[in-house]
């Protein structure tokens, strides 16, 4: 597929910024406010000067029914995508903050969400050969092994939270000889992407989750 029918396709199964603006304005600018949290301080952090507790617990909630935040148990974020605090291969630094991605289009996200430096240490998943990346705006600084490493998606359907799902089989691949043989392994269902053309895509997808509806 090329960038505008990934994008499509990826719209069609998570369709984040429709459901952002399908929020009330509080809602859709807690949301921002979260994410921006995620990269300035590696960690949700929430002000309460405006909105009482059980007045944003309620619209925590109504951001996990739009799958827009992943909460824990108690109520408390532990993701919002691209953002993670659970455990994954895909590990970044921003900001001088440790946090995880929720899969390797999600790491390719943040510096250009967010006009930062960052660092993304990862792992073909084919071979587990470790994977860096040095992004500064969304631009490659530094790629290791090589600039030809592939991004992998395995499509499939959504289930209730996609970071439990779709994102899970979203991987790097440290070159095209590496992805060819993961698609061989299921050809009508996995696509293999340059790492130039995933950070379009990742950009494309997720930069307008910080941009505040005009509608």
């Not at 109504?62 to 605090?85: C, E, H, K, M, W």
């Not at 592939?150 to 799902?165: D, E, F, Y």
């Not at 790097?172 to 996995?190: G, I, V, Y």
Request: hydrophobic share 40%; charged share 25%; net charge negative.
């Amino acid at each position: 597929m090329n960038t505008l029918d990934i994008l499509h396709h990826l719209n069609d199964l998570l369709p984040l910024k429709e459901r952002q603006n399908a929020l009330a304005k509080e809602d859709a600018a807690l949301h921002r406010s979260i994410l921006r949290s995620f990269a300035e301080q590696g960690r949700p952090r929430l002000r309460l000067a405006k909105r009482g507790r059980a007045e944003i617990a309620a619209a925590l909630q109504r951001l996990r029914n739009s799958d827009l935040v992943v909460l824990d148990g108690q109520g408390n974020i532990i993701g919002a995508y691209p953002f993670t605090l659970e455990e994954t291969p895909h590990r970044l630094t921003v900001n001088g903050h440790r946090v995880h991605a929720m899969c390797a289009l999600d790491a390719l996200a943040v510096s250009p969400m967010f006009d930062c430096e960052v660092r993304i240490d990862s792992s073909c998943a084919l071979s587990g050969q470790p994977i860096h990346i040095q992004q500064r705006d969304g631009i490659l600084l530094h790629v290791e092994p090589a600039e030809n490493l592939q991004l992998g998606i395995h499509w499939q359907s959504v289930a209730t939270c996609a970071a439990h799902s779709l994102c899970r089989e979203m991987v790097f691949l440290k070159d095209p000889d590496t992805a060819m043989a993961w698609q061989q392994a299921e050809p009508e269902t996995r696509e293999r992407v340059e790492l130039r053309q995933a950070v379009q895509i990742a950009a494309r997808f997720f930069t307008p989750l910080m941009q505040e509806s005009t509608t």
